[in-house]
């Protein structure tokens, strides 16, 4: 596991969430509250960026087709969406945001 | 309501002073426009501009907003730094008569500065973004924009209207000349506080092969009325509008437009999507107005609203009014609620029916977006156009 500093933590809105792209990986981040989740930014079902997507309990809705996804889980919870979205950790180190990806150490 | 002298001691070279008093009297002779009046239809301005002072310089500018900071800042009618090379009168000659109606002999008659903007023949000038900003509630604004881009030039500019809570009034007018074969990108940000009254004109003269692309993105106030004219002087010439807005609680959103035709080969297209909800009410009046002299002319407008709660009303009215006879013109219009066909459709796809109704608002939106000209400030227009229909949604004032 690496882990990768992306934004210092004020800088991602409360309710809201931004996207960084760490190699491979596209990575949607929301901030409810003073917690931060990380999934990744394509949505299972069809081309859209969830990081654009608004946040229901902890789910975020695809802004194209609706589709939820749970922001612990990665789970989808609603059609049209059937498969889940990666999950990443994410953990606040001196301020920073830091999202960790397997099988990047080195 | 400033006066004679309080017009007199604004001052300006000899010109303009010229132009104040012509201002002054047809503010003197004009009376304020009631719904009585055809281009006022279905709506009230509650605005007694008598009442009011006008501004001084503000002591208490609005931050920047997102870090975006701006080239000009317009606070309260008077312009500010920034952009030091251009200058600040206003022309003899504007584009918008004193006797438009009462708002325009008023800005005539009292405007403080102009903001001007001209790009020389054959330059490409960068985005320019201008803050428009009106600070002292109580008061009546006149801001003022210029841009006049030379023969075979380029420009875009973003104008962003915005207000604190209080009310006010604030008049704007625009003014864009495009040279032949220039190159213009007009896009208007309108986000004025809940309680300001806005009447605001924008006026355009398209040279030879020229081309306008106008953006209208329509959010505040508690009235907001734009009255836009674009005329398609010179053969070739075109105008491409794309405009959204989305009126809640009792706002009063306000369109009226003439397009007319002159040149030959000229060609419009105007693209309007908004919606209502809570009480808020739209209005749209389209004049497409195609000259003799305008053969083989395209001249398109659309308007499509969505009524998202009993309690709100759009009007949308286009017209055509063709004196040539080799032409193609056209003009679609709707009013109504989301598509119960679509909801169900959704539905039965597994989705909630809020969810269902977030997916169809969004997807209403999303064909203006991304035609927008200015695809920079998109980005914020959908969050604000999501976030008002998902507020309604949560507060149980939408269906």
């Known amino acids: 596991m690496r882990w990768h500093r992306v934004a210092a933590a004020d800088e991602i809105p409360l309710g809201g969430a931004a996207l960084f792209e760490l190699g491979d990986d596209r990575v949607a981040v929301f901030r409810i509250g003073d917690s931060f989740y990380a999934i990744g930014d394509e949505c299972s079902h069809a081309e859209a960026s969830l990081s654009e997507g608004e946040v229901f309990d902890m789910e975020v809705e695809c802004p194209r087709h609706g589709s939820a996804f749970d922001l612990l889980t990665g789970e989808a919870r609603s059609l049209p969406a059937t498969k889940p979205v990666p999950v990443y950790q994410v953990r606040v180190e001196d301020g920073w945001v830091a999202i960790g990806i397997e099988g990047g150490d080195g | ?231 398609l002087v010179g053969g070739g010439a075109s105008v491409d509008l794309v405009g959204v807005f989305f009126g809640e609680k009792e706002q009063t959103l306000d369109y009226r437009l003439v397009i007319t035709h002159v040149g030959r080969h000229t060609s419009s297209k105007v693209f309007l999507k908004g919606a209502v909800e809570d009480q808020a009410r739209s209005v749209f009046t389209g004049l497409l107005r195609i000259e003799k002299p305008a053969i083989r002319s395209h001249a398109f407008e659309t308007n499509r609203n969505l009524v998202l709660s009993e309690g709100a009303a759009a009007h949308s009215v286009p017209n055509l009014e063709i004196l040539c006879n080799d032409v193609v013109c056209g003009h679609g219009s709707s009013v109504g609620p989301l598509d119960p066909e679509h909801l169900y459709y959704l539905q039965s796809r597994g989705l909630s029916r809020p969810r269902a109704e977030r997916v169809l608002v969004r997807g209403f939106f999303e064909e203006v977006l991304a035609r927008l000209p200015a695809q920079e400030v998109a980005g914020d227009v959908r969050d604000a156009l999501t976030d008002r229909f998902v507020a309604a949604q949560k507060e149980g004032r939408v269906r």
């Open chain 2, 1 to 231: 309501m400033p006066d004679r002298s309080t017009a007199d001691g604004l001052g300006g070279s000899s010109w303009r002073r010229d132009q104040r008093r012509s201002g002054l009297e047809a503010f003197a002779a004009l009376a304020m426009p009631t719904s009585a009046d055809e281009s006022w239809r279905y709506v009230e301005h509650g605005v007694d501009l008598d009442s009011l002072p006008l501004a001084g310089p503000t002591s208490r500018p609005m931050p920047a907003e997102n870090g975006r900071e701006a080239a000009m800042v317009i606070a309260d009618g008077w312009v500010g730094g920034g952009l030091d090379a251009y200058q600040k009168e206003q022309r003899p000659e504007s584009l918008v008569p004193a006797t438009t109606d009462r708002f325009a002999a008023a800005h005539t008659a009292f405007a403080t500065g102009a903001f001007v903007l001209e790009v020389p023949k054959g330059k490409t000038h960068p985005t320019v973004f201008i803050d428009v900003q009106a600070t002292q509630p109580g008061t009546v604004t006149f801001p003022h924009v210029i841009v006049s881009v030379g023969e075979n030039a380029e420009a875009s500019v973003i104008m962003s209207t915005r207000s604190v809570e209080g009310d006010m009034v604030v008049v704007p007018r625009v003014e864009l000349m495009v040279g032949d074969g220039g190159r213009l990108s007009f896009t208007t940000m309108q986000r004025f506080g809940t309680r300001t009254r806005s009447v605001s004109h924008q006026r355009a003269v398209i040279g030879k092969d020229a081309t306008l692309r106008l953006g209208e993105v329509g959010l505040g106030g508690a009235f907001a009325r734009l009255d836009l004219g674009v005329d």
